[in-house]
């Protein structure tokens, strides 16, 4: 893998092992890169409107290595709504007020007292990787701290990263 050095340098400071799998999120470009093998897929993301930031209730998108912990949504319709990480209906294709759709990739934060515990925790501020019913606002600042995707990315990416693949959020 051709992971960009602050990931590999994250992993080797904290003692982490490399994935199979790994997501990188680029802040200033707005993408999210899948790593594979000797494979690289970007796609169009968004992150937050607020910026980038650790605490809680900033509603900033979150740096630093993360992992994916749980994963939500496997063979629901496209264009399903969530709140509380639960299904609420299917109406989400294109529909402005739904923020999270299609599928849900819920991150955990790898490095103590900076994005896991306390006031910090990237699992507790409740941080996705999932799908938006607008999509017009791909590759522009526009979540509250998440990381959002198109469906047509999130789905396949969704289908193809076990739990555990390591996530790492960089500004730049």
């Known amino acids: 893998m051709n992971l960009p050095a602050a990931f590999t340098e ?6 982490i092992p490399l994935t199979d799998h790994c ?17 690289a897929e970007t796609f169009t993301a968004s992150t937050s409107k607020h910026g980038t930031g650790q605490q809680m209730d900033s509603f900033q998108t979150p740096l630093g290595l993360h992992c994916v912990a749980e994963k939500i949504g496997a063979g629901s319709p496209v264009g399903t709504i969530f709140k509380g990480r639960k299904s609420i209906g299917t109406n989400g294709k294109g529909n402005p007020e739904a923020r999270i759709t299609d599928r849900i990739l819920w991150l955990s ?12 925790d990237s699992h507790d501020r409740y941080i996705y990787i999932h799908g938006v019913g607008d999509e017009s606002h791909l590759g522009h600042p526009d979540s509250q701290g998440c990381i959002h995707l198109s469906a047509a990315d999130l789905l396949p990416l969704f289908d193809a990263v076990p739990e555990s693949s390591l996530v790492y959020i960089f500004k730049n």
């Open 10 to 15: 994250a992993c080797a400071r904290l003692h």
């Open 23 to 39: 997501l990188h999120v680029n802040v200033t470009a707005q993408t999210l890169t899948h790593f594979h093998g000797d494979t």
């Open 109 to 120: 934060g790898l490095e103590p007292a900076f994005n896991e515990g306390g006031t910090v």
